[in-house]
């Protein structure tokens, strides 16, 4: 993998983007540090391709939250889901993590992506969410806005890092 760009807020923002995405990788992988301003135990941040705000999204989740399990499904919705995130009640100064990938980026095709999502709390209740998610835009992927679904603010510290995997000229998956 190798690292296309990393960007830690400084100061609350509602939204943060990559843009620019080489088309030189056959997959991409988000990793996520985030804090929603919330005033809640949660957060719930969305993502979007190239800056298709149109019901061209759909998702399928698996939440557990220490006591029980749930799932869920979007078929037209205006974004995809990448979990539930800490928000501004859960223990003060933690950060949810995730990871999504998404293999096949600059394909011509639908784009498919997953998501693994750990709400980190000092608390009974904590959550892990697993997204199955689909754009049907068929351009390849050059930009990625995270957002806060609710409208609210990610906290400062908050940080995401996008990496590209590359094939080799043997057709096999490298790192770099």
Known sequence: MKLIESKTL??????????????????LVLLLSLRGARADLTDDPGFRFNGDTGNNYSYRTFVGNGAA????ANTSASFNYLGIINGSTSTSS????????????????????SVDCVQENNATTGYQTLVQNLWTGTAAISSILVYSTYGTN???????SLYKITKGSDGIVTTS
Do not use: R, W
Request: charged share 10%; net charge negative; hydrophobic share 35%.
């Open 10 to 27: 400084a100061t609350a923002q509602a939204s943060i983007e990559l843009t620019s995405i080489p088309q030189d990788g056959t997959d």
């Open 69 to 72: 399990a749930s799932s869920g």
């Open 154 to 160: 990610f906290v400062a510290g908050s940080t995401i």
């Open 94 to 113: 933690t950060f949810s993590n995730a990871s999504l990938y998404i293999p096949n980026y600059t394909s011509g095709l639908s784009k498919s992506s």
